[in-house]
């Protein structure tokens, strides 16, 4: 496990960036993070992020505690992307992770690098994204239709 150099809301980055962008529009804030390997994308407090009921959410466990989220990925031979839609523990609105990168190789560097921090949990027991590897697909017709539940803003 790498230490947690910097962390943007539950997301650990063990290395410090060549850049950063923090972005706060209207429908979103975001922070994107470039390394020599590739690109983190995190997106939180936005609206416009349907993460329907959670019920074909694939879950991942450690000492610190689970993590809930959706992965979905994809590659055109220039560039290999992998989404996920992370569960996060006192609000409703999902956090989105896309990791980008040129390769392969990269991205798989990426992913065991960057960590999530499982809700309630400290940075010692955050989970390695290599390790949220079940393929759950985009949210089921009948999960996107379901009437989103209403909640707490996040504050992260």
Request: glycine share 8%.
């Amino acid at each position: 496990m790498h230490p947690c150099l910097i962390i943007v809301a539950s997301i650990c980055l063990p290395w410090a960036p060549g850049k950063a962008e923090i972005v706060n529009s209207s429908i979103a804030r975001s922070v994107h993070v470039t390394s020599a390997d590739g690109r983190v994308d995190v997106e939180y407090e936005s609206d416009n992020i349907m993460t329907g009921a959670w019920t074909s959410a694939a879950k991942t466990c450690s000492a610190g505690g689970c993590v809930e989220y959706r992965r979905t990925g994809s590659g055109d031979g220039r560039r290999v992307q992998t989404d996920f839609l992370i569960r996060r523990a006192v609000c409703l609105r999902a956090l989105r992770v896309v990791v980008s990168s040129k390769s392969a190789a990269a991205q798989a560097r990426l992913l065991a690098e960057v960590s999530v921090i499982p809700p309630h949990a400290s940075a010692a027991g955050a989970i390695p994204l290599s390790r949220l590897d079940v393929q759950t697909g985009g949210i089921p017709y009948e999960e996107r239709m379901a009437v989103q539940p209403e909640g707490p803003a996040c504050s992260d």
